[in-house]
């Protein structure tokens, strides 16, 4: 059997020998102990038989991140007794380590997802190996002809144990699984040529029953000493076997029960599944079915049909679909407060909708709610609070309608008067009044009132002071002086007012004495 072994490796050296032909060191550089190649911003070791001792393997070199080892990297390394690498590195070439005589421990960083093909394959000295929980599988011959080794932990994350692994390990007598274990198969005679005593992995949700030569269960069973006989004399591929639930989830249901399954199932086996859904209620919803995601992605199962269970716990989600249309609120570019709550939607068309006010405290700047509107611009049918309308076959959205603040008007430039002011019988000169700078929401109106005073108005005033008179029929922005006035001090009275709000007058300061 050994010869059989060694025929492989040699095999497998020979291919990757031939592999290497050929090939130049032209982008080879040197740090440390250590030859590397360039490949953009990465760098892969290729040789670092020049380390010795206890060997931590840097992530950089030279600036260049570590990334891989190269074929062969430290074969035939006699010096290295311990050696840790970088979580950095994501891919170790098949025969990195091979025959590194004096390697006692290895430790992998976290970037490896797999152990290549006579990783570290006849290693007399290694008694201590580190894996990293990022491990998915264990390739062919990794740890083959390792005579010291005798124990190693399976990390939770490794599916497969390929054919011949830890084949020829003499001492090898301890293989332990990480709680939680994803592992599917070994391969053939994985533990040839050892005293392994297989540890029984463990999952949650799940029951270990033992290993089968059928994915399905269908072929021989082997547990404990039997299975370990089994792989210490040399095995086929094993697949692990596992006891699992299945459970039912109502998946937003507001009331009923979801179905209660309390079998438990071997991989391969028929679950027949429940049709106690009528229990489930979802109001706006019809029930469909169920599937092993809540979002539907997952596979789909329909009451009363058959299941196949797989090496996991499965639990089914309702799927429901809507009756009806979706009803909403939309607070229409508010920018405060929050939309009235509504427990219900979508909802079957007739259902009567009690329109809500505006519960919420929904608020915008500048503007006060008046409403709601099947259009934003306010153009589709008002609704006021209270108000009761028949659902449609189609979607409502009810949007909050705004009207502007009123804002009282007021003056921030006061009005003024401008001209000649100088009075004739026929009224030859004229004063013209500017009405001032206003402001209020909505945008203000203004009008005129001319007056005659008796004294000067030294400032624009609100107050009209007594020795001012109205000059009759006087509101246009012009006014023709005429003998009456003069001697008179000439003001214009202007009132400003934005509509829904109390007018705001103010008198501007007045001519000089009219001449």
Known sequence: ???????????????????????????????????????????????????SGVVVVPST??????????????????????????????????LAFNKATALETITFGSGLTYLSQGILG?????????????????????????????????????????????ETNASLTAVTFE?????????????????????????SGSSFVGWNT?????????????????????????????????????????????????????????????????????????????????DGTGRPATPGALFIMLDEPVVLYAQWATVGSSFSYNG?????????????????????VVVQRNSGTLTKN????????????????????????????????????????PVKAAWTVAPSVSGNAKATARGTFKLSANPGVWAGTPTPTASLQWYSCTAKVAAATSVIPKSCKVIRGATSATLALKSAQKKKFIAVAVTGQSAGTASTTVLSKSTGKVK
């Not at 939309?339 to 219900?344: D, Q, W």
């Not at 076959?393 to 603040?405: D, I, K, M, P």
Request: net charge negative; charged share 10%.
């Open 214 to 294: 059928a994915s399905d269960g269908s072929g021989d069973s082997y547990v404990g000493s039997a299975l370990n006989a089994y792989l210490a004399a040399g095995s086929g591929t094993i697949y692990s076997q596992w006891s699992v639930s299945l459970t039912y989830d109502g998946n937003g249901s507001l009331s009923g029960p979801a179905p209660v399954d309390r079998a438990t199932y071997l991989y391969g086996a028929s679950a027949t599944i429940r049709d106690q859904w009528r229990l489930l209620d979802k109001p706006g919803y019809k029930f469909t079915g169920w599937n092993s995601k809540a």
């Open 332 to 352: 229409n570019e508010s920018d405060g407060g929050l939309l009235p709550s509504f427990a219900i939607s979508p909802l079957v068309s007739g259902t009567h």
């Open 1 to 51: 059997m050994k010869t059989r072994i060694l025929s492989a490796l040699a095999v497998l050296t020979a291919l990757v020998a031939a592999n290497l032909t050929g090939v130049t060191a032209a982008n080879a550089a040197t740090s440390d102990c250590y030859t590397y190649s360039v490949n953009g911003s990465n760098a892969t070791i290729t040789n670092g038989t020049a380390c």
């Open 179 to 203: 709680a939680g274990s994803k592992i599917q198969s070994i391969g053939e005679n994985a533990f040839h040529g050892t005293n392994v005593n297989l540890g029984a992995p463990s999952r």
């Open 366 to 405: 500048g503007f006060t709610f008046t409403g709601w509107n099947t259009a934003a611009d306010g153009t589709g049918t008002a609704y006021a609070p209270g108000a009761i309308f028949d659902m449609p076959e189609t979607a409502v959205v009810l949007y909050a309608q705004w009207q502007l603040t």
């Open 122 to 166: 006849d290693n007399p000295s290694l008694t201590t190996v580190n894996l990293p929980s990022s491990l998915q599988r264990i390739d062919a011959w990794a740890f083959f002809n390792c005579q010291s080794l005798q124990s190693i932990t399976i990390p939770a994350s490794v599916t497969s144990i390929d054919h011949q692994a830890f």
């Open 61 to 94: 070199l030279d600036g260049y991140t570590v990334t891989a080892l190269g074929v062969d990297a430290f074969t035939d390394d006699n010096d290295i007794t311990s050696i840790t690498l970088p979580d950095s590195i994501t891919d170790a070439a098949v």
